[in-house]
């Protein structure tokens, strides 16, 4: 069981919005404010798609955006697309080059 | 930037491996390196992590003492030596290079470790 918690599937269709949020503690997400989300998509690597939060790596639509309040970081994506269809992973730097990950989220675009 | 694993292969329980992340693109001992790991139809799952000189390590619980990460930047190469294998560790092993904190901008094409009888 992973220390941050992921519901296991969403789903919306295309032209809405979608949140999926990720629980953790205050030890888990420590001091660090350091939260990122990857897409997965089946047979690829993981792609960063929103880091320390909020902020997104160029390339990454704007239709992705990242927040956090007390130990919930939430991933928001809008404008939903059949290529956002995927499995997506939140994760948390808890110190002493150690990475938490949630257990994932697969998102279906009906 | 590439970073290529090698060394995955099938072992059965109890025997040993040692994984090999070569990269290019950028200088491996300005940064700090981790390896994480996917079981087949399973999540990413955080298994090491090492400074950039490699005078510090972690790893997570279920390998602690059965694995040790290592690295040569001299060699540009990041090593997992993994002992005493065991059903659960079959995974893609990915070496990972971090952009701070959690953040990870660069992933291998990862190796498959298969420990079965």
């Known amino acids: 069981q992973s220390a941050l918690t992921q519901p296991r599937s969403v789903s919306a269709s295309p032209g809405q919005s979608v949140t999926i949020s990720c629980t953790g503690t205050s030890s888990v997400f420590g001091g660090y404010n350091s939260v990122s989300w990857f897409q997965q998509h089946p047979g690829n690597v993981p792609k960063i798609i929103i880091y320390d939060v909020t902020k997104r790596p160029s390339g990454v639509p704007d239709r992705f955006s990242g927040s956090k309040s007390g130990n919930t970081a939430s991933l928001t994506i809008s404008g939903l697309q059949a290529e956002d269809e995927g499995d997506y992973y939140c994760?948390?730097?808890?110190?002493?080059?150690?990475?938490?990950f949630g257990g994932g989220t697969k998102l279906t675009v009906l | 930037v590439q970073l290529l694993e090698s060394g995955g292969a099938w072992v059965q329980p109890g025997g040993s491996l040692r994984l090999s992340c070569a990269v290019s693109?950028?200088?491996?001992?300005?940064?700090?390196m981790y390896w994480v790991r996917q079981a087949p139809g399973k999540g990413l799952e955080w298994v090491s992590g090492?400074?950039?000189?490699?005078?510090?390590?972690n790893y997570a619980d279920s390998v602690k003492g059965r694995f040790t990460v290592s690295r040569d930047n001299s060699k540009n190469t990041l090593y997992l030596q993994m002992h005493s294998l065991r059903a659960e560790d079959t995974a893609v092993y990915y070496c990972?290079?971090?952009?701070?904190?959690?953040?990870?901008?660069?992933w291998g094409q990862g190796t498959l470790v298969t420990v079965s009888p």
């Open positions: 990972a290079k971090p952009c701070g904190g959690s953040c990870i901008d660069h």
């Open positions: 090492i400074s950039s000189s490699g005078d510090s390590t």
């Open positions: 693109g950028f200088t491996l001992r300005s940064y700090d």
């Open positions: 994760c948390s730097y808890a110190g002493t080059y150690t990475l938490i």
